[in-house]
Structures are given as C-alpha cells and as structure tokens.
C-alpha cells in the first residue's frame, strides 16, 4: 500500500502542468484540487463546522424565515415562500412536508407587535447570527484571518436576508411567466425548439441552484473571489447537492429502519442529517472554490504550509522589495492577488506578513487595496523590516519577567544589537539599489 501511495503521489504531484497537453494539464490540476479537498475534510474542520451550522440553523431558521416573510409579504408574494422550501427539502420526502408546514406555522405566529423592541432586536440578531456563522465558515476555508468591520456586518447581511428572497421569488415569477407566454407556447408546438424548451424547462431548477451557489461563494467570503472560480464552484456544488439528495431520498430517508429506532424522533433526526450534508457540500464547494482561485495552495500532503520565522522575513523583504520596485520606477501599485502572482506565495502566509508590515506603519492600504510606502524609503531603516515581522507576526505576551528566562532574554537582546549593527546605514530602498 505504501508503494502504490507513493505511486500515486509521485504522478499526481511530480509532473510540470506547463509540459503537458491542455486537456491533461486541467485533469492532473483537477485531481489535486479533489486531494486537497479530500484532505481538508479529513483534517475534520469542514465537517466540525458543517455541524456547527446545522445547530446555528435550527435555532436561526424561524427568525431568518420571520424577517424573509414580512419582507415578501408587503410585496403580496409570501405564498410562494412554501414551495421553495419544499423544493430545499425535497430529498426528505413526505417528511420534508411535515416539517415546512410545522416552520410556516411557526412563522405565521410570529408577530414583531407582541415581540417589543428587545425580542425583536433579538430576532433580527438570531437571524444575521447565522449569515455570520456562514461567512466565519466560508474565511477558514480562504484562510481570511479578517471579518467584516461590525457595521458591514449588519448592512451587507440584512441585504442578504431582505433582498435575497425577493431575488429568488423574482427568478421564479418571471421563469413561470416567460414559460406560459403565447410567443414561448406557439413555439413549443414547433420541433425542434418544442424539444429544446423541454429540454431547457427541466435544466432550469439546476441552473437556478448553480446561480445561487454561485452568487453565495462570490459574496459571503470577506476577500475577492474571481467569477470563473465561483461559477465553477457553483456548477460542481449544483452536481452534488441533485445527486446526494436523489442519493439521500431513495436509500436513507425511504428507509424504515429510522422510524422503527427513532419513532416519532425520526423525522427530526433525518431533517438535521439532510440539514449537515446540505451545509457540508456547501462547504466542499467553496474548498473548490479556494483551490481553482490559488492553485500555489495545492500541496502534497493537503496541509496549509507554515512559513519559519526566517521564512517570513525573507517573505517580508521581498514584498517591501516589490513595493520600493513599483513605487520607485512609477510603475502601478500592487495589491495582494499581484504580490501572490509575484512571489508565487499562498494567500493565507502573505497576509499575516503583509498585515505586520502595515502595523508596523511600513506599508499603507490604498483606497483600491494596492500597498503604498507609508513613509519615505530612502530614509527608513532597513532592520524595522524585520522586527516588525518579528514583533508583530506572533502576540506572544513578554516573558522576561519570568527568571527562567533572564539568560534566553538577554541572549535575545545580543542578537538584536548585532542585528542592527549589521544592517546599521542600510534602507529599505537599498534593496533595489
């Protein structure tokens, strides 16, 4: 078994995509983007935050509901609210209509006038906690160590939660209308197009849920997520959840075996299992996502590589190298996507240097996100490169007061004065002199 691992790594990892054939170099690529997904699944965070979700949802889902109905409702659209989920969980069978029906009851007695001011702000709350939750889920994935500021939060999530339903009742309408129009109705009775709008009117429930997917990969992360990246994304996490769910509707929740150990439990045991493979290929795709938009992230044994200390330095000083390039030659700014395409470097490893470089006061974000000098470079000592990357790449709080380590500590301190000695009358702008 070792050999055939070895193997198979050798052929997956060992070969240059830019010697082989187009059509090759795309299905090698494509295989590691599923080694690592395979990986991050079995590293267990996906599947430990698909479960926090589930939970996340079962206490968020009437508030989220109550918010999206009343919305529909000044609009006299709120009946069609049902269908659409009935149609999310449809893989769950009769029982997945037991369940619509308990929530919209749950929905319909929900009333913001018998509630006052704090259940309602609690409400609201409950329902953007779960949009939270998901984009928390969606920045480890991207390795995004920074959220939103708090009021982005609550605008762009309540966006979400108000305009969101309209969206998908709005898709619905005008297909249903575009459907039963006479010009589309005359049309259909000619062959071949009757064939072709057949053919389209059964696509269009998937194509509906891959446009979704794919809005929700672009906009949840809090980072720049390429449209190729999230459409293909969308377009496999369409796959999987049709799939899966015809999967989970013909041998899980047909089954009889649930009822007779779960009795009158069996229907919520099922929903929250369809409810965890539900968020759990949503969180497959989104992996996808990551991996086609930062193939430098590929790596063999599917572990996020960790850059030494030395490592970070060396990354530090490249970046102020390019930087001081740029700024020097008039030449346009980079922002991070240029610095990774550059430095050939995971997102995840450059942000926590260039986010150290930026606390330091070295480097300035532009209003477009491109780094700037923050001071002069031809005056700016080249060594507060490196503590800066030292001093603020790990908030370790000081131990010298602990005296254990007084002779680590002034051992430390010896390096350092040798550190600016050697580097003493050097700029940052002598790294491109």
């Known amino acids: 078994m070792g050999k055939i691992s070895s193997l198979i790594n050798s052929a997956l990892w060992d070969v240059d995509l830019s010697t082989l054939p187009r059509w090759r170099a795309w299905l090698l690529h494509s295989l590691r983007i599923a080694h690592n997904v ?25 508030p989220l509901l109550a918010l999206s109905f009343s919305v529909l409702k000044g609009f006299g659209v709120h009946n069609q609210i049902e269908p659409i989920l009935l149609n999310m969980v449809a893989p769950l069978g009769e029982k997945g209509g037991e369940i619509i029906k308990q929530i919209i009851g749950f929905v319909d007695n929900t009333k913001a006038g018998v509630l006052g001011t704090l259940g309602l702000a609690f409400l609201v709350y409950t ?35 108000m305009v969101g339903p309209i969206l998908i009742v709005s898709a619905i309408g005008l297909t249903a209308s575009v459907q039963s129009h006479t010009l589309v109705e005359s049309l259909s009775s000619i062959e071949p197009i009757g064939s072709i709008f057949t053919v389209i009117g059964r696509l269009l429930p998937y194509i509906l849920i891959m446009i979704a997917f794919t809005f929700i990969y672009i906009f949840v992360p ?25 999967g989970f509707a013909n041998f899980i929740a047909g089954s009889e075996k649930y009822t007779a150990i779960y009795s009158t439990f069996a229907t919520l045991i099922l929903f929250m299992f369809w409810l965890y493979i539900a968020w759990l290929i949503l969180l497959i795709g989104s992996s996808i996502v ?34 001081a390039e740029r700024f020097y030659n008039n030449q346009p700014p980079l922002g991070e996507r240029g610095l990774i395409d550059q430095l050939s470097i995971p997102s995840y490893n450059l942000e926590r240097v260039t986010d150290s470089l930026v606390a330091a006061g070295l480097l300035v974000l532009s209003e477009d996100e491109k780094y700037l000098p923050a001071k002069p470079f031809d005056t700016t000592p080249l060594v507060e490169v490196l503590h800066a990357i030292r001093e603020n790449c790990n908030h370790v709080p000081a131990m010298t007061n602990n ?18 000695q050697a580097l003493a009358g050097k700029m940052i702008k002598n790294l491109i002199d």
């Open 290 to 323: 990551f991996y086609h938009q930062h193939p430098e992230a590929l790596t063999r044994d599917s572990v996020p590589t960790r850059l030494s200390n030395r490592h970070r330095e060396q990354l530090g000083l490249a970046v102020m190298q390019l930087v």
């Open 222 to 246: 809090n980072t720049k997520v390429k449209f190729r990246s999230a459409l293909i994304g969308g377009i496999v996490t369409a796959i999987l959840w049709v799939t899966i769910g015809w």
């Open 127 to 161: 329902a953007v906690s779960l949009v939270q939750k998901i984009e928390q889920a969606f920045n480890h994935i991207w390795r995004v160590r920074r959220h939103r500021p708090l009021s982005e939060r609550f605008s762009d999530y309540l966006s979400v939660i």
């Open 403 to 420: 005296t254990q380590f007084s002779t680590s500590a002034k051992l430390s301190e010896h390096i350092e004065s040798h550190l600016d």
């Open 38 to 62: 395979v990986g991050d699944l079995a590293d267990g965070q996906l599947t430990l935050r698909a479960m926090s979700l589930v939970y996340t949802t079962l206490l968020s889902l009437v």
